[in-house]
């Protein structure tokens, strides 16, 4: 089986990570599916940014069990059984505060409806997805599950805090 003969789903398609996955599948000569649960646009324009490859734009919520069943259903009859699966949707601490960057949110001032989107989304989102494809990869025996766990700008706040944590304890300077 070479790559083109593989299907991939990336959750989170339309921008930072999922895009950059995405487009690197799609290179890769996978038939890629995108998924988004607000915009509709970003996923297209990543479609459309995949020339000379197949990526498909659909809609759907990856934090409704239903909306990934069905979102599994609609790929398989586009492009074929589901090979790859990256869960990398996710709702961030944005929405827990826009400053959370800078100042640590107080997790008593957060507003559960805003609590249970993100957990639904973050936590629930990647079980439903992998439950929806889990039976199709172990029917034909083969099949991978990606888990993306943190997007690009808490990754460059993690590391800036583990270099500073570094220089604390060597007592070395940067240059």
């Known amino acids: 089986m070479t790559n083109h003969d593989k299907v991939a789903i990336v959750t989170g398609g339309g921008r930072g990570l999922g895009r950059a996955m995405a487009l690197g599948l799609a290179r890769a000569g996978f038939r890629v599916a995108i998924s988004a649960a607000r915009r509709r646009d970003e996923i297209e324009a990543v479609a459309r940014e995949a020339t000379g490859s197949q990526i498909e734009p659909i809609m759907a919520d990856v934090s409704s069990a239903t909306d990934c069943v069905t979102l599994v ?13 990256v869960n990398n949707a996710g709702r961030g601490m944005r929405y827990i505060s826009e400053r959370f960057l800078t100042e640590p949110a107080r997790f008593w001032q957060t507003v559960p409806e805003t609590w249970r989107m993100v957990i639904d989304t973050n936590v629930s989102g990647p079980f439903y997805m992998a439950r929806a494809v ?19 700008e808490t990754m460059r706040r993690v590391m800036g805090l583990v270099v ?7 007592g070395q300077r940067l240059r």
């Not at 259903?73 to 699966?85: C, F, K, N, Q, T």
């Open 164 to 170: 500073l944590i570094w220089l604390l304890l060597t």
């Open 134 to 152: 889990a039976p199709g990869m172990i029917a034909r025996g083969w099949g991978r599950i990606i888990n993306i766990s943190m997007n690009h």
């Open 73 to 85: 259903h609609e790929v398989e009859a586009r492009l074929g059984p589901v090979d790859v699966l």
